[in-house]
């Protein structure tokens, strides 16, 4: 009997302590976090003990609190109960609720897609190897959602994301279960309503942003992580980078060619060669092909052209520097190049009196960080140790930010602005003037990538290098010269923009029409800069494309048959907008036709101010001769004649203001210095253009807003062009 009981009570402390844990693992699974209010719209939580490096702190990126400020406040934009956060065995685990009709963008550079649900991703820093898998030049931890609001993860580690796919036991709102024999309606992937996500860390740190829609919700997370910045002027003129060996003589020659065959410059890149030894590198020039690196830097300032000089971070044996930084470098090597642990006060100060050195005092206005994304194979391994006491994944979900950062700041110092390339970038890089690129090269999917660039805070240009034939070739000089870095790079294939004759007029058309829209496309990067919005974005977040039962309810769209709503249900991932009023429609090799979705409302044919539309979609069929652009009803276009090169930006330059449509309206037209950062401190003017209407006709005025810089414009010539 005794031995009975003793079994029996046994069994139930077995029991119980299966139920315990059972308990406690319920108990987990409902956990909600709590939530800080920062700023208006914005919440924070710490989960647990995250590790001490973040994607924020590490970036040195600090929240632009009056900005924020500006942005009127939003309540909690969800139920705080469901927000469930726990952390075990080294992992957090996160879960977010997901509606029936949701939409979710963002999650990183992704080049084939534009919506993110029903994916599953591990957001790894990487080189893009054709594939949304996660891996990316910026695998940016945000999200943002058609149910008001973003979410950023603040991790440096690889975060897993279950972006409704997961489907719970407990789910409020479960799918129906099918009988696969028979029912055709049967799926592999029931509904899931839910995030998952999983961090491999004891904690992380949340950043929940709320938002009226999904620009703003953007704004906010730009804003968060330090705002936009405004580029220099000569930035935002046509970059060439010349092929790997190019020298002094060769250089010289390529500019004159853009000046005998009247095409825009203001920028030249200088690729590996200008080092004399490359992959790894020495910074410092090699003597064969730039004998007076000083003199020719600043034969080229006279010329109106700036440099900009190639490198990868990675310190060859043969560097003056290599024995001083070896102790502050990585355990592990790339291409027999150490590598400097930038969070390390000595490493980051050899490396700016390097480039103090040899580049800023010789007076090169930017560099091209190359290879901080990483190959595997190349890259240090994640086990690798850093001196700072990083591990190698922390440090290379940073090491792109941490370059623009420390290279910014060269300049910054000077007060004087730098506009760069980099192969990497991520949270914390979005006031760093940098712009990614990569050597994926298709055209459509670089359009994607520019389109997502939008939601991860950082910019892209879709380069151009080599084309198969003078379609393609005029087809993405058109898109580069619509992308925050109008750039042929030429590095392996010396191509010029008259390498392809039977189009070069076009191409001219196109690179003059990008320099006349300079003062619209720089008053859009102030908007960057004040207000988080990002230049180049894409077609969600224009009010109407993503409220659709709104606006069925409205009487603007009468059924859920009709083609433009399901148009606008589906992703859009080949035609974006170029600040507040342009729509650019690009057209890829081989097309004679594309369809267009028009945002609603009426929209009008940038060229010749005909109406095209209001709302709906359709179908342009511009030649080779002109990319596709639509202009919104009411809009106010400042442009200015077609300049070569920057230098000739000011001067009391004649100010041609184009309006579309009949719909009085304003735009603040933005101006500066346009190369020192002074603008950061109030120096800076705006005037007012406006139209009002006058016998039922619009007429344009303009007032002084602020006028705290020099203004570059002079008389003004109202131009209505919707007759
Ligand atoms: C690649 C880079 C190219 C070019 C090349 C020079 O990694 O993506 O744009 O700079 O290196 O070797």
Known sequence: MVKKLIVLSLFIGLLSCEQK????????????????????????????????????NTSGALPREEALSKIKGSDFPLEKSEIKAFSKNGKTYVRLPLEDGERIFGLGLNFKTVEQRGRIMRLHMDHYGGEDNGRTHAPTPFFVSTNGYGLLINSAKYIDVYMGTGVTKDSKNPDVSRDRNTDKKWTPQPKSDNIELVIPDEGVELVLFAGKNIQETVQRFNLYCGGGFIPP?????????????????????????????????????LEPGWHSKSYPCTFEWDNTRFPNPKIFVEDMKNQGIHLNSWINPYVSPSSSIYEKIKPFTATHTVWTGIVPDFLVPEAHEIMTQQFE?????????????????????????????????????????????????????LYRKQNTRTYGLVRAGNVGSVSLPYVLYNDYYKHEDFITALINSSFAGVLWTPEVRSSGSPEDWIRRMQSVCFSPMAMINAWADGTKPWSYPEVYEYCQDVAFLRMQLLPYIYTTFSDYYFKGTPPFRAMAMEEGFTHIPELIEQGDLNSTENPYVAALKKEIKDQYMMGESILVAPMFAGQKTRTVVLPKGKWYDFYTG???????????????????????????????????NTSEWGNNTTLEVRVYGNTPNE??????????YDYEKGAYSQKILKTVKNNGKLKGTIADLKSESNWSYGALQWNFMSK
């Not at 976090?33 to 994607?55: A, C, F, M, R």
């Not at 060439?240 to 410059?265: A, D, H, S």
């Open 21 to 56: 844990k059972h308990h406690n693992l319920l108990t987990e699974l409902n956990d909600s976090p709590s939530w800080t209010n920062l700023h208006n719209g914005v919440w924070k939580s710490i989960v647990n003990t995250p590790q001490e490096y973040n994607l924020l």
């Open 233 to 269: 002027k000569w930035g935002l003129g046509f970059w060439q980078r010349t092929p790997t060996l190019y020298g002094e003589k060769e250089v010289q020659e390529e500019v004159n060619g853009f000046v005998n065959n009247n095409f825009p410059i203001d920028v030249v890149g």
């Open 357 to 409: 050195k040899n580049v800023v005092s010789v007076g090169v206005s930017g560099l091209k960080i190359d290879e901080v994304d990483g190959f595997d194979r190349w890259l240090w391994p994640d086990y690798a140790q850093f001196p700072s006491g990083l591990d190698g994944e922390t440090m290379r979900s940073i090491y792109g930010t941490l370059t623009q950062k420390w290279s910014a700041d």
């Open 610 to 644: 005909k109406l095209v539309g209001d709302g709906g979609i359709i179908t342009a069929n511009h030649g080779l001769d002109k990319i596709p652009l639509y202009v919104k009803e009411g809009a106010i276009i400042p442009m200015m004649k077609p300049i070569r």
């Open 667 to 676: 735009f603040i037209l933005y101006d500066d210095d346009g190369e020192s």
